[in-house]
């Protein structure tokens, strides 16, 4: 078992900059793929980035290309989310997920933590 608890979510104003963490506890962090999706209201969960278990290798959304980073420290059992340039659109439940393989669907992750708010105001 992995357990994932996000972190930083917040209201901002667009064009602003918001930094999510997801702190994971349980099995060997560096082990695990680590991935960012979102949800906004009546939605489905959408794909933000992703990053491999060494952090060498990152892929991102097409809607966040550009503005938002993925990274990790394994030490720290931590990945992160920088957002930049933040949008309304960019408003969404933000979570991390955790999985074996380094894809873009959600079916591939195994865990899950519970969410974090970030909202974007015009």
Not at 23 to 30: K, L, N, V
Not at 43 to 50: D, G, I
Not at 59 to 65: H, I, R
């Amino acid at each position: 078992q992995v357990q994932l608890v996000e972190s930083g979510g917040g209201l901002v104003q667009a064009g602003g900059s918001l930094r999510l963490s997801c702190a994971a506890s349980g099995r060997t962090f560096s082990n695990y793929v680590m991935a960012w999706f979102r949800q906004a209201p009546g939605k489905e969960r959408e794909f933000v980035a992703v990053i491999s278990s060494s952090g060498g290798s990152t892929f991102y959304g097409d809607s966040v290309k550009g503005r938002f980073t993925i990274s990790r420290d394994n030490a720290k059992n931590t990945v992160s989310l920088q957002m930049n340039s933040l949008k309304p659109e960019d408003t969404a439940v933000y979570y991390c997920a955790a999985g074996r393989t380094f894809r873009t669907s959600r079916r591939e992750y195994d865990y899950w933590g519970q969410g974090t708010q970030v909202t974007v105001s015009s």
